[in-house]
């Protein structure tokens, strides 16, 4: 199952055609609540989006299975891992974002930094900061993400250049933003303030990726997350950036599926 970032949508996935028939690895993925076609949940929490993904799969009829939360959708991998770790064959986190309080703003980017500052002030001044930029994604992904990630390092800025990786992002966030800002709002929200689970109730073993030049998930923040969790590996891209990880991705899902008997198919919903 994979739990998308932030902002985004279901259709985020690998750009690689074939990827997952190659690895016959049956990939799944859902909307959080106000992202997509899915409707908004304004109390909607962490914990609750991973009661989600188990209804997804209980709809799906897997009692057990492997999860890969990328960025933003890290923290709900890590839920699932609090909430039901007996369902877990493995858990993943790619460039997976880590608890506020292990934050040093100023390693983040502009975006990042200032919607974590706004977030102290409240709900309220966090989506009066944020109502631009989502407005400007919903506009125009393309050229929103190229002025988001203006101060991303340099290899961020590379990948964003490559037309596959561009023409994903552009088409997850312009279905991520089909009913509006709500989910990112919602997000945003949920992800700057307390998780409602600490790191230590994650009982499942955690394979982490992370890129050594991350500004939207600092290198320093992800050390200090890994520090209370039950580390399975820590793979480290040198001289990566946030978008890194996707070039490793067959290694990722290689890892994730290793303990798994999985059947020869490939899906997206």
Not at 139 to 162: K, N
Request: one cysteine or more; aromatic letters at 6%; hydrophobic letters at 45%.
């Amino acid at each position: 199952m994979l739990i998308h970032g932030t902002p985004g949508s279901r259709l985020a996935r690998n750009p690689e055609p074939g990827l997952y028939e190659r690895l016959h690895a049956r990939v799944v993925t859902f909307d959080r609540p106000g992202y997509g076609r899915s409707t908004a949940q304004r109390d909607r929490t962490i914990l609750s989006v991973a009661d989600d993904a188990l209804a997804v799969a209980d709809e799906l009829g897997w009692p057990m299975f492997a999860v890969l939360g990328v960025s933003g959708g890290g923290p709900h991998a890590l839920a699932i891992g609090a909430r039901a770790p007996e369902r877990l064959l493995s858990l993943g986190l790619a460039v997976g974002a880590t608890p506020p309080e292990l934050i040093d703003p100023d390693d983040l980017i502009e975006l990042n930094r200032e919607a974590l500052r706004k977030a102290h002030e409240g709900r309220e001044a966090l989506e009066a900061f944020l109502a631009e930029p989502a407005a400007q994604l919903a506009a125009d992904p393309g050229a929103a993400l190229d002025s988001i990630m203006a101060d991303a390092p340099e290899v961020d800025r590379e990948l964003l250049s490559s037309q596959s990786i561009r023409s994903m992002l552009v088409e997850s966030l312009r279905e991520g933003f089909a009913n509006g800002p709500t989910g990112w709002f919602d997000d945003a929200w949920c992800l700057s303030n307390s998780w409602g689970f600490a790191l230590s109730d994650v009982s499942a073993p955690v394979h982490m990726w992370c890129g050594e030049l991350d500004r939207n998930v600092p290198l320093t923040a992800v050390e200090r997350m890994a520090s209370e969790l039950d580390v399975a590996s820590f793979e480290l891209i040198p001289g990566g950036g946030h978008l890194s990880w996707i070039a490793q991705d067959e290694s990722v899902l290689d890892t994730l599926l290793a303990p798994a008997d999985v059947q020869p198919a490939t899906t997206a919903g």
